[in-house]
């Protein structure tokens, strides 16, 4: 179980070409902190990925390389058959419209009102949409989280766990067909970050996408992962599904399940 | 021993300030290659001109009503000296538009426009509010840069009209102390009194002065680095920054139109 090619495919009901193959990507801070040494990782078509390793083990620097908000220092990473480490600015755009990222702190637009937060990239990708339109989206997507209540709030009148809905709310807007996940559930109690990794697998069921969730909450890997990885030491140490990494002979990747 | 550690560390610092201001000088760059293309951020740069421009009014009128009156009162005895007292309200104005409206309101607009910028910007970087824009296909550099350095250029200028004007009022309010002179005769001397030439190179140097508060504060802000305290660097260092800038650009201006008018 230890390396790549040791891993059980699982069987999924789509087709299973990678929509996201990263090989040999490495990542150094400075001159001493080589934060990753040689990720091989594939995202499957259909498949909900979740990431697990301890903090600081660079599982938010692997995914901000995939949309290539970090360049990757050796590696490449293809992303729907193109090579992201050499597109240009436009091929990277269109890419990047394909994903949807959802960050560790949400990152809403503090000065924008939640239905701007929402439309903001809407208006912008979407030019002969009308302002009827726009509204409609933004309250069907609201009403998908669960939030339809809050879409004339600004952003600091909500809470942590509004803000991460919000903020997935506004990823959703745009039908990404792969979304990267961090921390969807961290700082969340415990019925809502259920309510969380329910809606993730919820939007992986009706919108038919491939996800990586990185996550430090056992029940939301257990409930949204087909597969999981851990990140050690700059690579990927285990992978598998959640029963085969539980009874897994490793003590390490054992005390994850503890 | 102890030489050859400061030259190190002063080699270290010219180091930073070479580095930045090459960083600076890319930064602003971009703005010239941007500005011209599609699509154009008219409601962003619209909101930047009012919060920039209006809600710096009360702050600019008071200030310069206060250099109006307080000039005229202390210039008033050095030409009473001389008898020239008449010449007062010409004195007044032409140090307010040649010199002191400018700097003094660009001062102000760097302490209060390029620090709210750094800080705004600082803390959408540090909160990845700005890769959130990246990440979505938007450039962030277009949508809240251009717009901002667009409208401190065209606001800090209109800011010093609006003050020259405030500060020749408060010129009336100041002779008004001692003498009587009525608001038409006050106004009729100070337009006799102003030339050509001693409105155009100000109000040509006020654009660069608005150019560089919205560019250092953007800068400072785009480019902060991790963490909240760095938020606070962004807005402080942009002050400072600016400020030196304007004093710099002053000086060159003041030269080139020796040289040319
Ligand atoms: N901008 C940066 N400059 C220098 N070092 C960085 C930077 N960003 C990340 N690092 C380093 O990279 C390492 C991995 O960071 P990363 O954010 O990917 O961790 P993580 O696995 O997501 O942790 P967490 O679970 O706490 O979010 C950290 O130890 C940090 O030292
Ligand atoms: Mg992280």
Known sequence: MKNKESYTEI????????????????????????????????????????MLGKSGSGKSIIIKCIVRLIESDEGEITVFNENITSANNSLLNAIRLRMGFLFQNSALYDSMSVRENLAFPLKRHNKNLTENDIETAIIQELESVGLSEAIDKMP????????????????????????????????????TSLEISELIVAIQKKNKTSSIIITHDMACAKLTGDRLVIIKDGIIYA???????????????????? | MILKNNIDSLSVTLKTIFNDTGNATLFMGRFFKEIFMPPFEIKEFKRQCFLIGYKSLPLVAITGFIMGLVLTLQTRPTLAGFGAESRLPGMVALSLIREIAPVITALICAGKIASGIGAELGSMKVTEQIDAMEVSAINPYKYLVVTRILATTLMVPLLVVFAD?????????????????????YFSQVLESLDFIDI?????????????????????????????????????????????SIFIIDMIAVQLTDLFF
């Not at chain 1, 959640?242 to 503890?258: C, G, M, Q, R, T």
């Open chain 1, 11 to 50: 069987p999924l009901t789509s087709s299973t070409k990678p929509v996201i193959s990263i090989k040999g990507l490495f990542k150094s801070f400075g001159k001493t902190n080589t934060v990753l040494k040689g990720i091989n990782l594939t995202l499957k078509q259909g498949e909900n990925l979740v």
């Open chain 1, 156 to 191: 600091s009148e909500l809470s942590g766990g509004m803000r991460k809905r919000i903020g997935l709310a506004r990823t959703l807007i745009l039908k990404p067909e792969i979304i990267l996940y961090d921390e969807p559930t961290t700082g969340l109690d415990t019925i």
């Open chain 1, 239 to 258: 992978e598998g599904t959640y029963e085969e990494l539980e009874n897994s002979k490793d003590e390490w990747v054992n005390s994850f399940f503890k």
């Open chain 2, 165 to 185: 004007t405030i500060g020749i009022l408060g010129g009336y309010v100041g002779i008004n102390i001692h003498s009587d002179v009525t608001l038409f005769r």
């Open chain 2, 200 to 244: 155009i190179p100000p109000a040509i140097k006020t654009f660069f002065f608005g150019f560089f508060i919205g560019a250092i504060g953007s800068y400072k802000g785009y480019t902060a680095a991790n963490g909240t305290e760095s938020v606070g660097k962004a807005a402080n260092t942009a002050v400072v920054a600016a400020s030196l």
